[in-house]
């Protein structure tokens, strides 16, 4: 019996990434949690690794993959012998857990700013270093870094969150070049505002700190720049995520995709 062309493309599609193991952080929520099932969806047996245990185990009921309980803040635990055992056979690497903090530089608590590095910079240095020699060895290997349009622009009062993201992508850069020719690409997505819990705390904290109401946030803070007036979709963000893992994506390395609305274009 001839099979349908449709029918091919599907079962393409959803094998995909067939053999392939991924962890993606942050992944009991939000973009982590849309994009683990996005990756499991096309084949890949996904890790999800977050610090929320009941989230992870959540996710990773559902889609079939198992859970990792971290906090990726406490890098000082990120060990070389602690990490071996997580990333060592990892083929696709998600770096997405992320938080924020709104406030002036003049009152931005050190400590504060020096933990959202950790979680959004250093960590994501650290898995990435674990996870190179495995990637190398077996000549595969997918790095995606989820940044944001602030790893591209600038916004008041968010120089933690800024300065990570940018630093996310000059890591992400340097880890095409070190990897091109074993057979890893790395590339940052870079969404505008995603509707994600991260974001719906953020209302209340602009609301506060420029004295407007919470329902004129996104109209007149959050959305000014962008041509489209709406917040990204997690699941906007992960089918872009999943095409970078894919075969298909193979020449794309050392890119940074804006999924923004437009914000960037200005």
């Not at 599609?13 to 962890?23: C, I, K, M, S, Y």
């Not at 506060?208 to 109209?219: C, D, N, Q």
């Amino acid at each position: 019996m001839t099979e349908h062309p449709i029918d091919t493309a599907t079962a393409t599609v959803t094998a995909a990434l067939a053999g392939r193991r991924a962890l993606v952080t942050g992944g009991g929520s939000g973009i982590g949690e849309a994009t683990a099932r996005a990756l499991a969806a096309r084949g890949a047996e996904v890790v999800i690794a977050d610090r929320e245990a009941r989230q992870a185990d959540r996710v990773a009921s559902a889609i079939g993959g198992s859970s990792w309980v971290v906090d990726l803040q406490e890098t000082s635990a990120l060990t070389d012998a602690a990490l071996a055992p997580e990333l060592g056979n990892i083929d696709i690497l998600v770096n997405n857990a992320g938080i924020q903090r709104v406030s002036p530089i003049e009152t931005f608590e050190v400590e504060e700013f020096r933990g959202i590095l950790r979680l959004m910079l250093e960590a994501p240095f650290l898995l990435i270093r674990a996870a190179l020699p495995g990637m190398y060895e077996r000549g595969f290997g997918r790095i995606i870094n989820v940044s944001s349009v602030h790893g591209l622009r600038a916004s008041p009062f968010k120089s933690a969150y800024v300065s990570a993201k940018h630093g996310l992508e000059g890591l992400s850069k340097t880890t095409a070049l070190e990897g091109g020719e074993r057979g890893v690409t790395s590339n940052c997505v870079n969404p505008g505002y995603v509707r994600t819990p991260l974001v719906e705390k953020q209302l209340a904290d602009q609301a506060a700190l420029h004295g407007i109401p919470e329902s004129e946030v996104l109209s007149s803070i959050m959305l000014t720049e962008s041509a489209i007036k709406r917040l990204v979709e997690p699941r906007e963000v992960a089918a872009l995520v999943a095409w970078l893992a894919a075969d298909e994506a193979a020449m794309v390395t050392g890119a940074s995709y804006t999924m923004d609305g437009g914000w960037s274009a200005r």
